[in-house]
């Protein structure tokens, strides 16, 4: 079983930075890809980026792309989310996310976390 805790969400002006963090329990946390998704008020969830089990390789959503940064510390079983040059459309609950495999996907991941709110103002 794995448990997924986020934080560091908040209130932030356009343009400004955020640093979301996800602690993972588990034994297998650094055999595993990680995740952030997010979704907004009335929409469904999306993906924002992944990252593989070493660390290595990431993908990301066009819309994040060039501003968000995901990496991970797999002696602090932490996966982070580096968010700048945020803009209103980025207001949403994150979620981090855990699958079985090593490898990164944009789908199948089994745990996730409570989600952490992200809001920003124009």
């Known amino acids: 079983q794995v448990q997924l805790v986020e934080s560091g969400g908040g209130l932030v002006q356009a343009g400004g930075s955020l640093r979301l963090s996800c602690v993972a329990s588990?034994?297998?946390?650094?055999?595993?890809?990680k995740a952030w998704f997010r979704q907004a008020t009335g929409k469904e969830r999306e993906f924002v980026a992944a990252i593989n089990w070493s660390g290595s390789d990431t993908l990301y959503s066009d819309s994040v792309k060039g501003r968000f940064a995901i990496s991970r510390d797999n002696a602090k079983n932490t996966v982070y989310l580096q968010m700048n040059s945020l803009k209103p459309e980025d207001t949403a609950v994150y979620y981090c996310?855990?699958?079985?495999?090593?490898?990164?996907?944009?789908?199948?991941?089994?745990?996730w976390g409570q989600g952490t709110q992200v809001t920003v103002s124009s």
């Open positions: 996310a855990s699958r079985t495999s090593p490898y990164y996907s944009e789908y199948d991941y089994n745990y």
């Open positions: 588990g034994r297998t946390f650094g055999a595993s890809a």
